[in-house]
């Protein structure tokens, strides 16, 4: 069995695909995957801890259109528990998520900035 998943993993590298495990993930935002031609900027990433939750800013560019970038967050997004609220914007438990996608058209860059923040409570 062993033999059989390193040959089929062998073939989907020797081929260009990554199985779906192998995924990157942002370092600050775990469970956030990082779409395909990004790269995260860790070095810009911000964490404040506060008393109502966290709030992180993480960063990812790349040579991708802007379009496939919208498209991978709305399509991955929904299976880790997110709802879509707007573009851009999603919600899941009391953390809303907002991406704000700039550039990505005519080959420039794509800049990708991600807030996760707590939802304050009314009191």
């Known amino acids: ?11 989907l590298l020797a081929v260009g695909l990554t199985p779906a ?3 990157e993930y942002f370092s600050e ?11 995260e900027q860790k070095d810009k990433s911000t964490v404040f801890d506060a008393p109502l939750g966290r709030i992180v800013t993480a960063y990812a ?6 379009d496939d970038v ?3 967050y709305d399509d991955a997004l929904p299976s880790l528990g997110w709802e879509k ?6 919600h899941r438990k009391a953390e809303t998520l907002k991406i704000d996608v700039l550039g990505g058209q005519g080959g420039s860059p794509v800049n990708v900035s991600f807030t996760l923040s707590a939802e304050s409570q009314s009191q």
Do not use: C, Q
């Not at 069995?1 to 073939?11: D, E, G, I």
């Not at 935002?29 to 790269?39: K, N, S």
């Not at 560019?61 to 802007?66: D, W």
């Open 29 to 39: 935002i775990a469970d956030l995957p990082v779409a395909d031609g990004l790269t």
């Open 70 to 72: 919208r498209d991978f």
């Open 21 to 23: 495990w192998a995924t």
């Open 85 to 90: 609220t707007g573009e851009g914007t999603f």
């Open 1 to 11: 069995m062993y033999r059989l998943l390193t040959v089929a993993v062998l073939l």
């Open 61 to 66: 560019s790349g040579k991708v259109a802007a």
